[in-house]
């Protein structure tokens, strides 16, 4: 069973052809909402390769809020939602003619979210089980519900983005810890990847996996001398928004069905190049289909 412990939000974006100056009112060339979070994009994903998945998340007990739980139920057959007084968690994505984009978020439920200790995820989680978590919560809250997978003999997937370099989570909770570039680079200060995933070994975590874009990813496991890189399929990317959470779930789902880190690390990558082809952020997702015809290659 896999639990993914983390954020679902309303991501709403706005296409614009220039961005605003400060002060200035524009209208959008076009807008809309959709489902978004690493927590419930990586569960999505998961739940797509055919693995049992518990989404934990927290939301405001506002409109947005059921608004996001009715999409989570589109997609989820156990979403366990912690509920607050405060507003949903949302992003606005603002993306300009040439893509670039800017991003402000509201993270009030986030940083609220204590899943030991406001739901039942500790007496939920057993031997085997896989716990995914990304750095949308707390670093306390991460690590309690990290030591509390370990306990029960879980498995434990850490994904530490976005970076929190001033309190991240404890590495050495993490059985398997994905970062990509930017943030190998952030958390170890080190330019070449073979040497940020030594430096990130160093800070306790299993096995190290650094996702290095149409190059694949390279990994570095606890039995290992070096780092290994592993390719990534050749396609025409055109939007690479969400690929590393469909990594990531893909990756647990892998686990789920009892894959080695090698093979599950392959059909991540696999499911990652399918979604790069596409836009949008879960919308570029593989299906379920799709996900089950690259489990039989
Ligand atoms: P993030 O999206 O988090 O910044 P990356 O850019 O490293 O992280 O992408 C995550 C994963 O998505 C990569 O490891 C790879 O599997 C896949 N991916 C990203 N870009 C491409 C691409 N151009 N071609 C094929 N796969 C890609």
């Not at 060339?29 to 927290?58: E, F, I, M, P, Y």
């Not at 716990?131 to 707390?138: A, D, E, F, T």
């Not at 994904?159 to 398997?176: I, K, R, T």
């Not at 943030?183 to 290095?212: N, P, Y």
């Amino acid at each position: 069973h896999v639990h993914v412990v983390g954020n679902a939000c309303v991501d709403t974006t706005f296409r614009l052809g220039r961005f605003p100056s400060a002060g200035e009112t524009l209208n959008a060339v076009a807008s809309a909402d959709g489902l978004g979070g690493k927590g419930a994009n990586q569960a999505v994903a998961a739940a797509r390769t055919g693995a049992a998945v518990t989404l934990w998340t927290a939301l405001g007990k506002d409109p947005a809020g059921a608004w996001i739980r009715n999409c989570l139920d589109m997609e989820l057959s156990d979403v366990q939602v912690n509920e607050f007084d405060l507003p949903s968690d949302r992003s606005t994505i603002v993306i300009d003619a040439g893509g670039e984009n800017f991003i402000v978020s509201g993270v009030a439920c986030s940083e609220a979210f204590d899943p030991i200790a406001q739901t039942a995820l500790a007496r939920r989680i057993a031997p085997g089980d896989i716990l995914v978590m990304q750095g949308n919560l707390r670093g306390s809250a991460t690590n309690a519900c990290l030591r509390a997978a370990q306990e029960k003999g879980a498995r434990t997937v850490l994904n530490a983005s976005p970076v929190d370099a001033a309190a991240p989570p404890n590495f050495g909770l993490a059985e398997v810890l994905v970062v990509n570039q930017s943030e190998a680079k952030a958390l170890t200060d080190r330019s070449d990847m073979a040497a940020a995933a030594d430096a990130l070994a160093a800070k306790g975590a299993g096995t190290i996996v650094i996702t290095l874009g149409a190059d694949g990813c390279l990994v570095l496991g606890p039995d290992q001398a070096g780092s290994l890189r592993l390719p990534a399929p050749h396609v025409e990317a055109l939007d690479t928004s969400g690929a590393g959470d469909v990594f990531c779930g893909c990756l647990a789902g892998g686990f789920a069905k009892e894959m080695s880190v090698t093979s599950a690390l392959k059909f991540a990558l696999a499911a990652a190049a399918i979604a790069v082809t596409r836009s949008g952020t879960l919308l570029s997702c593989p299906s379920a289909s799709e996900m089950a015809a690259l489990i039989d290659q």
